[in-house]
C-alpha cells in the first residue's frame, strides 16, 4: 500500500458500465477494513467468483505444536535443516508465532503448482537465496535475493521460481504496511524516510494482459490454518484493467538508507514494517557512530516488552559469535541480551559494519514450534560464558 496505480483499461467512473469488446466487464472491489481502507478495483471478463466444487485439505502441512516449554532462554535455530523442498506454499514451516505473526522458512525446489491465497495474513517473504517472479490479477513481480516480497491477504497468487530458493515468511495475522511516521498527511514517504517512492517495484503489465499467463484454475485458500481447494469457474487472471492501492511489491533490503549518530542508535532506527503488534527491522552495511569514544556494538539491553528474532543473512555481524547465514535467534522479552565475549570492545574504533540481516520485535511472546526446536541449538543460552573449546570464561 505504498500509491496508487492504474494498469490497463478501466472505466472513466467505477461502478458504472464498462464494455470490453462488445461484453459487460466485472467489477471486483478487493478492499481492506471493510470498506474504509485501501482498496483495489479489478475489472474481469467473466464473473471471477464462481466455484464448481471446494474440498476440505485439512491444515498447512507446514503448521506444528506451538506452545511454551516452560524454559526461558536465547535460543538459536539452524534454519537450513527445517523440513524438505517443496513449492514454495506447501514446503513451508513455521518455526514459531504468536496472535499478530507467524514466522515460517521454505526450502522451495519448484513452482507453486496451483493458484494460492492466504484468508489469514498479509504476507512478507524475504528471500534469502533464489529469484523468480509472483503472478496473480494484478501483473508479474519479479523478485530476487535480497528483496523483501509483500502479497496482500486473500490475493491469488503463485510463485514461479528460476531455481532452488530459500525463503523467510512473515505472516502478518493482523496487518503489515509502512510505518505511519514516514508518511505525511497526504500519504506520501517524507523526505527525512529510510526509502522512497522510487524503491518499491510495482507488479508489471504483461502483453495481452495476466489472462495470457496461463493461471491454473485451482485456488487453495487458506483460513484458521486449514486449506480449502477450490475449482473455479473462469480464469481468476482474466483482468483487462485495475487501479489502486493495494498491490504485491518488492523491496530490496539494500535499498534502505540507514541512519548514523554521534553515539549508538537504539534499533527503532532501523524499523521498515510495521503491523499489528510487531515491527521488522532491517540491519544493512552502514557507516557506525562516529563520537571518538563511541562503542559502535549494540549494547547489553533488557527488552522487557518484546521478544526479539534476527535472521541473519551475510556478512560479519557485530555483537555474535556461532552464527551464519540462515540462522535464527530469538531472545525471549526481559532476558537480558548482548554482544558475545570480545564483540563489544572489539568494536571500538571501527568506522563501518558490513551485516545484512532481518530483525522482528513482537509485542506478545513468541511461542516455538516443534519445528523450530528440532533445529535449535542446545548451547546457545550459555554461549556467552563459554569458549571455543567449551571451557567457562572468567
Known amino acids: 500500500m505504498i500509491h496508487r496505480l492504474q494498469r490497463g483499461i478501466v472505466p472513466a467512473k467505477p461502478h458504472t458500465v464498462f464494455e470490453v469488446d462488445g461484453v459487460i466487464a466485472y467489477e471486483h472491489c478487493f478492499t481492506r477494513r471493510g470498506f474504509e481502507g485501501a482498496y483495489t478495483i479489478m475489472y474481469h471478463r467473466k ?19 506451538a506452545s511454551w516449554d516452560g524454559a526461558v532462554r536465547r535460543r538459536h ?39 494460492v491465497a492466504n484468508g489469514d495474513a498479509d504476507e512478507m517473504t524475504f528471500v534469502f537465496k533464489g529469484s523468480g517472479r509472483v503472478e496473480c490479477p494484478l501483473g508479474v513481480l519479479p523478485f530476487t535475493a535480497g ?54 517495484r510495482e507488479p508489471s503489465w504483461p502483453d495481452g494482459g495476466p489472462e495470457k499467463l496461463d493461471a491454473p484454475r485451482t485456488l487453495i485458500m487458506q483460513r484458521h490454518g486449514d486449506l480449502t481447494a477450490m475449482e473455479l469457474v473462469n480464469d481468476p487472471f482474466d483482468v483487462v484493467g ?53 562503542i559502535p556494538c549494540p549494547y547489553p539491553h533488557s527488552s522487557v516488552d518484546c521478544d526479539e528474532v534476527i535472521f541473519y543473512v551475510d556478512g560479519n555481524f557485530t555483537s555474535r559469535n556461532g552464527v551464519s547465514p540462515g540462522s535464527i535467534t530469538l531472545h525471549p522479552i526481559g532476558v ?29 511472546a513468541l511461542l516455538p514450534t516443534d519445528h523450530a526446536r528440532a533445529v535449535e541449538d542446545p548451547g546457545y543460552n550459555q554461549s556467552w560464558v563459554r569458549g571455543v573449546d567449551g571451557g567457562v570464561l572468567e
Open 47 to 65: 464473473p471471477p467468483h464462481w466455484v464448481k466444487r471446494e474440498d476440505l485439505l485439512g491444515p498447512h502441512p507446514g503448521l506444528a505444536s
Open 77 to 115: 535455530f539452524r534454519t537450513g535443516e527445517v523440513g524438505e523442498p517443496g513449492s514454495p506454499f506447501h514446503a513451508r514451516r513455521l518455526l514459531m508465532g504468536n496472535k499478530d505473526i507467524g514466522i515460517w522458512v521454505t526450502r522451495a525446489d519448484r513452482d507453486d503448482e496451483v493458484l
Open 147 to 200: 528483496d523483501y516480497v509483500y502479497v496482500p491477504r486473500a490475493l491469488p497468487h503463485r510463485w514461479r521460481l528460476d531455481g532452488p530458493s530459500s525463503l523467510l515468511v512473515l505472516e502478518a495475522r493482523s496487518w503489515i504496511d509502512l510505518p505511519k511516521q514516514f508518511r505525511n498527511h497526504v500519504g506520501q514517504l517524507t523526505m527525512d524516510a529510510p526509502y522512497s517512492h522510487r524503491d518499491f
Open 242 to 294: 485495475w487501479d489502486g492501492q493495494v498491490w504485491p511489491f518488492a523491496f530490496p533490503i539494500r535499498a534502505y538508507q540507514p541512519k548514523t549518530g554521534l553515539v549508538h542508535l537504539p534499533p527503532t532506527t532501523h524499523i521498515t514494517f510495521a503491523g499489528g503488534g510487531f515491527v521488522v527491522c532491517s540491519f544493512v552495511p552502514r557507516l557506525v557512530d562516529f563520537h571518538k569514544q563511541a
Open 336 to 364: 537480558p541480551h548482548g554482544p558475545h565475549p570480545g564483540r563489544y570492545e572489539a568494536s571500538i574504533g571501527s568506522s563501518r559494519t558490513d551485516e545484512l540481516a532481518v530483525m522482528v520485535d513482537t509485542f506478545s
